[in-house]
């Protein structure tokens, strides 16, 4: 789901933090073509099979990737 990174961006010591709220899960997944629910979804991001990969344009097949985990 692509992230906008406006007023939700902030540095972090270790990193950034991005903070999203009324986002529609669909309208992310179709700009990706992405076919899974959004209950589908959420059950990868609790086995831990959910990766962020930041793409720049200095970057273009991706600069940084990770897991991403649910908040505590």
Same mark, same amino acid.
């Given at each position: 789901?692509?992230?906008? /990174?406006?007023?939700?961006? *902030? +540095?972090?010591?270790? %990193?950034?933090? @991005?903070?999203?709220?009324?986002?529609?899960?669909?309208?992310?997944?179709?700009?990706?073509?992405?076919?899974?629910? /959004?209950?589908?979804?959420? *059950? +990868?991001?609790?086995? %831990?099979?959910? @990766?962020?990969?930041?793409?720049?344009?200095?970057?273009?097949?991706?600069?940084?990737?990770?897991?991403?985990?649910?908040?505590?």
């Amino acid at each position: 789901m692509p992230v906008p /990174f406006g007023p939700a961006y *902030a +540095a972090t010591p270790n %990193g950034f933090s @991005v903070r999203m709220k009324d986002c529609v899960y669909t309208d992310g997944a179709a700009l990706l073509g992405i076919e899974e629910s /959004f209950e589908q979804f959420i *059950a +990868a991001l609790e086995s %831990g099979a959910v @990766v962020l990969n930041i793409h720049t344009d200095a970057h273009q097949d991706g600069e940084i990737s990770g897991l991403v985990i649910p908040a505590s």
